[in-house]
């Protein structure tokens, strides 16, 4: 008796195992990956255009063209608008003498998006570009909070003819930020 239940058992799972068989095709499964992808995708893009996060950079270029040239680009990548942006760039001295300097203000900066311009560019003409200098970055915003931030940055320029600069502000990410 313990044989038939045995094989009654064996032609159940075989039985099983063939509706599985059906049931699960290779197109089947491919389209389940393939929704995977799709949900995690939407996850993603939630994460980057829905929750609220701020994050801020500021791109700046040196060259030394018949002088010293600085051409500066803000981006928002946040998810946020922000607002009463004010960027002020100085080329100084190694002792801190501020040569020259430029400053913008911008009521808004919306969500992923950049601002340049020839506001954003300085031209020093007059100073040597055999010496070494310092490119003072001060940038200061409310974010989405309305919260008033800042952040400061040097860089000490002079001994290469062209120098690219990625200065990345502390980011806040709700809720955790």
Known sequence: MNQD???????DAAKLLETVRREVTPTRVGFAGVMI???????????????PRDDV????????RS?????????NDGSRDITDVSLQISFETIDGII???TQIDVE????????????????????????DYVIHIELQWKDYDGERRQQQ???HVGEWS???????????????G
């Open 67 to 75: 002088g010293h040239l600085m051409m500066t680009q803000i981006h």
């Open 57 to 64: 950079m500021v791109e700046t270029r040196y060259m030394q």
């Open 37 to 51: 992808l799709l949900v995690l995708g939407v996850l993603l893009s939630g994460w980057y255009y829905v929750l």
């Open 162 to 176: 062209q120098e690219m600069f990625f200065d990345e502000a502390d980011g806040k990410i709700w809720p955790l």
């Open 99 to 101: 040569l020259e300097s």
């Open 108 to 131: 808004r900066i919306s969500s992923h998006s950049s601002l340049a311009g020839d506001e954003l560019e300085m031209h020093v003409i007059g100073y040597s570009v055999w010496d």
């Open 5 to 11: 239940d045995d094989w009654t058992a064996s032609q």
């Open 153 to 155: 940055w040097y860089h």
